[in-house]
């Protein structure tokens, strides 16, 4: 991290920081990148599959349990989102720039489809300079790239990174023969090494693990994205991690998030008292190795979380299980889609409660009232809520 950066974060709030890189990447996205750097041009025809597809409509997501409140408005609005699949094997010699992904033809043309997800707001471009000075350089004929947006995040790794190569056995692929890149900040995650060693298939693999420095040029390289939260797939990846669930009863588990990062519930300590005496354990995956997070989870039956990748833990659940999401406000019109899909993909019970806006500015934080949800716990903890 460069010093101005780190001073930056000395003098403001993460959360403030966070706004202001949104919105300073916007302005550049319109302007500057439009110039330094253009799209490369792929033509549809050039793709081995390619659609748009509604991924609540096909995963058969159903809203219809939900209260008649804002919550269930704003799911009904996913079953007009379409997102896209695709399988590229892109045969122009590119280079796989180190710090995203992205893939560059030279001088400094980007190919989008070298990321799941690439024109968003947040994702940022590479550094020209540093492709113009690079010097760490590997060759490879032909590889799979597993580099994606939210690459480092639990949750991603598992339905955008993993799942690819499930995907691409799916359409036919032999991945046992091609090398697959991967970043290094990946690799050294507890959760792959993990996930690495269950998997006597990915122990199969070829893998090339991208440095920091690194840039790889490929003469041919494959591309895809599959439709986010396929049944299928996330089966293929967490069937070998699944354990016996305990016979010594289930537990009730609230899932906190550490103030140190953003989006925590500000009034915690009255939200968790309120939990615990309904009978929660408080607990904070950060805190644990994966192996004991499988193992709670997989003995969880009442489930309460802030929004975030913890939550993911619910998909190792082989029975039933009841989830409450806690979302902070709706500030960009809509709720994150990614845990009701989970749970109701796994038969799971879903219910979930919209914060209030935080009483400090730029804390990260959101407020939720205490009485709301005292009254909104003991619902969900009622025998005939959850027939």
Known sequence: MSIFKKTLKKIFPSAFLKETFLIVNKIKIRTIDRLLFPEYSIDQTEFLVYRNGFPFRE?????????????????CSWYDWTQEEFLLVFNKPCWIEPDFGWAIVEPNKLVYYSLGVSR??????????????????????????????????????????????????????????????????LWDKAYFQFTYQKHKRLQSLTWIVQEADQYIRCDSVIFCK????????????????????????????FLTRNKSRLR?????????????????????????????????????????????AGLTNMVFRNESCHVLE??????????????????????????????????????????????????????????????
């Open 326 to 387: 806690l979302f902070p406000p709706a500030d960009l019109g809509y709720l994150p889609y990614h845990y009701i899909m989970l749970a109701k993909m796994s038969g799971f019970q879903y219910r979930a409660m919209i914060g209030k806006p935080s009483r400090v500015s730029f804390s990260g934080g959101f407020y939720v009232e205490p009485a709301q949800f005292d009254a909104v716990l003991k619902e969900f903890l009622l025998p005939d809520h959850n027939k």
């Open 120 to 185: 968003t707001w947040f994702q940022k471009k590479p550094s020209l300079l540093k492709f113009f000075r690079k010097k760490n350089t590997l060759v490879l004929p032909k590889a799979i790239s597993l580099r994606d947006t939210g690459e480092e995040n639990y949750f991603h790794f598992y339905n955008d990174v993993v799942s690819k190569l499930f995907f691409l056995q799916q359409q036919g692929m032999e991945i046992e023969t091609i090398p697959v890149i991967i970043s290094r900040k």
């Open 264 to 308: 925590f519930i500000e009034n915690s300590e009255v939200i968790e008292a309120t939990a615990q005496r309904l009978g929660f354990e408080i607990i904070d995956t950060d805190e644990l190795p994966i192996e004991e997070q499988i193992q709670i989870f997989s003995n969880t039956e009442f489930l309460v979380g802030i929004h975030g």
């Open 226 to 253: 599959p439709l986010t939260h396929k049944k299928e797939l996330w089966g293929n990846i967490i069937s070998p991690l699944r354990v016996d669930v305990l016979k010594s009863g289930f537990r009730k588990i």
């Open 59 to 75: 995963s058969q997501i159903s809203v219809e349990d939900l209260p008649e409140d804002e919550v269930k408005a704003y799911m």
